[in-house]
């Protein structure tokens, strides 16, 4: 007779998977694990105080989002993305963004607008102490609430993977000297314009917050090159 598994066991399982899939998405996210790096199984599981079955599947998870590729006989990868992809994904960004923007001029609450502002003055903190790790971490975190704020979860679904798939590759451009305190302004500028309640204004905020990034990012690609 087969053994089955018992229902607390698989429940044990799949919130070790979550919780690894969780932390390893951070530490990339987050650039402690920089792209194109290879991704050990057993270090990671140690690290995580984990068995290497949860690593495995949080592996698969996290090559569903974007984040990891799988090569046969060579192992799990953070991926890499070229500039081309990155345009393709700010391209399509900035359709969203100026969505989300009109959405939100015309049905963001107080108690909404008093979450958007306290994460930009901890931004603001951040940003003060050049910290670009932590500041990374909570820009991606603003941005997912505003789109979460707009009850679209097919929106959030869709953004989500995007921005993921993008800080692949735009982190770089947010350690340019005198960047920060752009965002900081760009963000602040974005939580006043929906709450002034100025559909096209906020829409057109937040589409060209997403151009003004694009170009910082392509200023940061020609850097690396000069100095390569």
Known sequence: MQK?????????????STLAQIEIERMILAG?????????????AEMLGVSRGPVR?????????GLVRQEKNCGVYVRQISIE???DIYEIREALDELVGRKL?????????????????????????????????????????LVKMTGNEKLLTTYRRLVKE?????????????TLPISIHEHR????????????????????????????MHKSHQAINVVN
């Not at 089955?4 to 070790?16: C, N």
């Not at 599947?57 to 989002?65: G, I, K, Q, V, Y």
């Not at 500028?189 to 910082?216: C, F, K, P, T, Y």
Request: aromatic share 4%; net charge negative; proline share 2%.
């Open 85 to 87: 992809e990155a345009d």
């Open 57 to 65: 599947e949080a592996f698969r998870s996290l090559e569903e989002t």
């Open 32 to 44: 402690e694990i920089s792209a194109g790096t290879k991704l050990n199984e057993a270090s990671l």
């Open 189 to 216: 500028e974005i939580v006043e314009l929906i709450a002034a309640g100025n559909a096209d204004a906020a829409g057109n905020m937040m589409r060209q917050h997403v151009i003004d990034s694009r170009q910082r």
């Open 105 to 145: 001029a015309k049905t963001i609450t107080p108690v909404q607008l008093k979450e958007l502002r306290g994460m930009v003055d901890k931004m603001e903190k951040l940003a003060e102490k050049k910290n670009v790790s932590s500041y990374s971490l909570l820009n991606l975190e603003f941005h997912d609430v």
């Open 166 to 178: 993008l800080n692949l590759y735009r982190r770089n451009s947010l350690e340019q000297q005198g």
């Open 4 to 16: 089955t598994t018992k229902p607390t066991a698989l429940i044990q399982q799949a919130s070790l």
